[in-house]
């Protein structure tokens, strides 16, 4: 018998079931919970919208100066 149909006669195992574990506890209070929702939205709303204005203007800064550099040479004084 060919190997390839040994492979095909053989039965499936059934997957390996592991019993349930311990329950698991709940280790933040209620206001720490709304501790971390305030912040979540804090940063979502104010915080991440600043820093990426920071980057963006930087880029900004960075685009100029580049395109002054490469037009530096044209200028005649």
Same mark, same amino acid.
């Given at each position: 018998m060919a190997?390839?149909? &040994?492979?095909? /006669? #053989?039965p @499936?195992?059934?997957? $390996?079931?592991?019993? %349930?574990? *311990?329950?698991?506890k709940n280790y933040?209070t *209620?206001?720490? @919970?709304q #501790? @971390? /929702?305030?912040e =979540? #939205?804090?940063? @979502?709303?104010r915080?991440?919208p600043? $820093?990426?204005?920071g980057?963006?203007l930087?880029? %900004?800064?960075?685009?100029l100066m =580049? #395109? $002054?550099? &490469?037009?530096?040479h044209?200028?005649?004084?």
């Amino acid at each position: 018998m060919a190997d390839w149909q &040994m492979r095909t /006669k #053989r039965p @499936l195992r059934e997957p $390996v079931r592991e019993e %349930a574990g *311990p329950t698991l506890k709940n280790y933040i209070t *209620p206001a720490g @919970l709304q #501790r @971390l /929702k305030d912040e =979540h #939205r804090f940063l @979502l709303s104010r915080e991440r919208p600043a $820093v990426v204005l920071g980057a963006a203007l930087g880029q %900004a800064i960075c685009v100029l100066m =580049h #395109r $002054v550099d &490469m037009y530096a040479h044209l200028c005649i004084y």
